[in-house]
């Protein structure tokens, strides 16, 4: 038997959202692997896949560092993807399990990368985003007509850099992604473009505390969730 | 029994990619809604769907209109959001399929306004979209670290256009969905803004007549199908 790695979108966090095809790639293979939060409260992609799973499956945990040192980082991928290669070699199927789209900011982009050099066999299952999630749940379409969609990984961006800046006033909707730590900065830029008033902060959607926030001010000075999202429409009201 | 109008996005193509949530609602539904192409080729999003359509469910096929002229579209939204209501008022529960997800860029989002504002009870189930699909397919991160995405409805913007080129010029990488008619512009565009070395050209992924195209000057001179999209990622290859 030749050894196989997947990586499956779970999408945000309804186990009901998870594609029909991950359904089935769970009922071939041998290991699930699954990252493990810093938190102690075990993975977040595992538990919303768990309803699906079947008895016989092996269910690995890793330990993935929270940190933006690229050595640390660099490291680990090399760490974990040998792991799974050592898998991949003895003939096993294992699934890695990544929240959202695995090809959309995941931590599976930099294992797919690794093991995509050492010639494995992958398959990636597209998942359900967080953001067409969100429009879906509030109510806001996230595109229509001549509109068009930015996205953009907060955590990287800071009020005041000039990229940010650039896109906000040159496209009409924004997503941000991870918009924990920065939300204060943020919020002032989307006044600043004429975002605001079309905006909605969603944090953990379909897990144990969601938050769904249509007034984005209530979001000032709070350290928010990782799992958190902004979506803003310009000069429009969302509803 | 009250009645219930649901939008569900059926995913870019192979069946398999619909959610478990969509499955579990086609069973609860009494009637399917799908829009006609107009190619007499029946609906490409009932085809994606069928195979999880059981036998007493009620299938609708509906003719929307392929045009850009405002009036003509509104007249026929009205004409078949009034027509869903008919089917609500009497306690029927409805189900409009989309493709890819239904807050994207889809006709489901101006019956979506229409039966809100009617006060029209209303649950939206996100779709897999093209891009994620394609990203998955052709092993292409849509985004990674502090790379930023824009999608484009290329539909509505031409070769020259000032707010093309300021997107292209201050985002990383680049979706343009419903790469059809004006691919010898996007494909300029991308050119000069070198966007273009880390690009891919796909057309109907997971349905008849696909195509993956990783040398997108190949498209050029080409009347492309509607459902195509071109990925491109600035400055980088795409492998």
């Known amino acids: 038997m030749k050894g196989k790695f997947y990586g499956i979108g779970v999408g945000p966090g309804d186990p009901d959202l998870l594609t029909i095809k991950a359904k089935k790639i769970f009922d071939e293979v041998d290991i699930i692997l699954a990252p493990?939060?810093?938190?102690?409260?075990?993975?977040?992609?595992?538990?919303?896949?768990?309803?699906?799973?079947?008895?016989?499956?092996?269910?690995?945990?890793?330990?993935?560092?929270?940190?933006?040192d690229v050595d640390v980082l660099n490291n680990?991928?090399?760490?974990i993807s040998d792991f799974i290669k050592g898998f991949i070699d003895r003939?096993?199927?294992v699934a890695f399990l990544t929240l959202g789209d695995p090809m959309v900011y995941s931590t599976y982009i930099y294992l797919f990368k690794r093991l995509k050099l050492k010639n494995v066999e992958i398959e990636t299952i597209p998942g359900i985003t967080s953001f067409c999630a969100i429009a879906s749940k509030v109510g806001i379409p996230l595109g229509e007509n001549e509109e068009t969609i930015a996205i953009v990984p907060s955590v990287y961006y800071k009020k005041g850099d000039e990229k940010l800046e650039n896109i906000l006033k040159n496209v009409d909707n924004i997503v941000f992604m991870k918009a924990s730590g920065q939300i204060d900065g943020l919020i002032d830029e989307l006044d600043n473009t004429g975002h605001k008033k079309g905006s909605v902060f969603v944090s953990r959607l379909g897990l144990d505390g969601q938050i769904i926030e249509e007034d984005i001010e209530n979001r000032r000075g709070i350290k928010n969730n990782y799992l958190s999202t902004l979506v803003a429409k310009k000069n429009k009201s969302i509803r």
């Open 36 to 68: 493990e939060t810093k938190d102690g409260k075990g993975s977040t992609a595992l538990n919303i896949a768990k309803p699906h799973l079947n008895q016989r499956v092996e269910i690995i945990e890793k330990k993935f560092p929270m940190t933006y």
């Open 76 to 79: 680990s991928y090399d760490e």
């Open 91 to 93: 003939g096993k199927k």
